[in-house]
């Protein structure tokens, strides 16, 4: 069955006007990712799962920060967490994340090394 625009691929199966609700939630998962620090701990996680240890040594931030901000993560729902023994093991909720993050970082990458845009 098409979908609002008139395609029928699952590519574009999300692609229709959003509402007010909408833009809000997208705005809230913006903001969360507006933090170097937060936004750093998705990245890792586009690579994989990994625990509160890893990812501090990744980033560069005290465990304690991490765990803060894994925290605020989760409770948006942008990240789940499971028990693996003893350590608490983080990932991301979706792909629409990954992509979000993978795309703005290559973004910023194009301002950083001033190389061509493209699509």
Not at 45 to 71: F, K, M, W
Not at 84 to 104: F, I, K, M, N
Request: net charge positive; charged share 20%; proline share 4%.
């Amino acid at each position: 069955m098409p979908g609002r625009h008139g395609s029928s691929t699952a590519n574009n199966a999300h692609q229709h006007t959003p509402g007010a609700s909408e833009l809000a939630a997208a705005a809230s998962v913006f903001a969360l990712l507006a933090d170097p620090t937060r936004l750093h701990l998705v990245w890792l996680l586009t690579r994989g799962e990994s625990d509160v240890t890893a990812l501090a040594a990744s980033c560069g931030a005290a465990r304690p920060a991490v765990s803060q901000h894994l925290a605020k993560l989760r409770l948006a729902e942008l990240v789940r967490s499971r028990k693996d023994g003893r350590h608490v093991v983080y990932a991301l909720t979706d792909g629409h994340l990954r992509r979000l993050v993978v795309e703005a970082i290559s973004h910023a990458n194009h301002q950083v090394t001033g190389e061509p845009w493209h699509d």
